[in-house]
């Protein structure tokens, strides 16, 4: 993970300080892709923060890197119950079957997109309220 493309946080737990994971960003290519993961420790996950680490992680993307302008992330079954509620406006772009092994078993790679005209218009006027008018991908914020 260690590369001149990777940027990478902690993910924290409000309610406690635990440190419950971590998440990364590749990128941007030449095309203007960037490329997320995000690890949790799923035995000691609440419910929705595998989505609100996605969202801040990509609203971060699109604040951060003005040349990205698209954002892909891959899932599997394993934890796709943990994105539901997020993956219902975002495109799949391509499923891979059985593409890895892990957990003793191979696995279906799910790979899906967000663009940025689509995040600014829909998810960035939300995500400016949850987090009280920080800065978000559209630059709109408190002053």
């Known amino acids: 993970m260690l590369d001149k493309d990777v940027t990478a946080f902690l993910i924290e737990q409000k309610t406690d300080g635990k440190v419950i994971g971590c998440c990364s960003l590749r990128g941007p290519s030449r095309a203007g892709h960037m490329k997320t993961a995000i690890y949790t420790?799923?035995?000691?996950?609440?419910?929705g923060v595998g989505a609100e680490s996605m969202t801040l992680l990509v609203n971060y993307a699109f604040a951060e890197w003005e040349r990205a302008r698209k954002i892909y992330f891959v899932t599997?079954?394993?934890?796709?119950?943990?994105?539901?509620s997020e993956l219902?406006?975002?495109p799949r772009e391509l499923t891979l079957k059985d593409h890895g092994f892990f957990r003793g078993r191979y696995w279906d790679f799910y790979y899906y997109s967000v663009r940025r005209d689509?995040?600014?218009?829909?998810?960035?006027?939300?995500?400016?309220?949850l987090v009280g008018g920080a800065r978000t991908a559209t630059g709109a914020g408190r002053g």
């Open 76 to 84: 599997t079954d394993a934890s796709i119950d943990r994105f539901d």
């Open 118 to 129: 689509t995040w600014e218009r829909h998810v960035a006027p939300f995500v400016n309220r």
């Open 88 to 90: 219902v406006s975002m």
């Open 41 to 47: 420790d799923r035995d000691d996950l609440h419910f």
